[in-house]
C-alpha cells in the first residue's frame, strides 16, 4: 500500500472535500492522484500557498509553502 497525505493543512484545504490521508494499491495511482490534487489546489484555492510533492518508498506527502 501506498500513502499519500498532506504535510499541513491550510485553511482552503480545510474548507475543501479533499482527504488528507489516502490509501492506494500503487504507486501510479497514488502519484496521479497527487498530481492531480497538486494542479487543483494550484489553480483553485487562494494563491496564497503553492503545492507540490515528494515520495518515499511507501509514502507520497504533499507539501505546503507560502507564495
Not at 19 to 40: G, L, N, P, R
Not at 49 to 61: A, D, L, R
Amino acid at each position: 500500500m501506498i500513502t499519500l497525505k498532506m504535510e499541513k493543512q491550510c485553511g482552503c484545504f480545510k474548507k475543501s472535500d479533499l482527504e488528507a490521508v489516502q490509501q492506494f494499491t500503487t504507486k501510479e495511482e497514488a502519484m496521479e492522484k497527487a498530481e492531480d490534487m497538486c494542479k487543483h489546489m494550484n489553480d483553485k484555492f487562494c494563491q496564497k500557498h503553492q503545492f507540490s510533492f515528494e515520495e518515499t518508498e511507501n509514502e507520497i506527502i504533499i507539501k505546503v509553502e507560502m507564495n
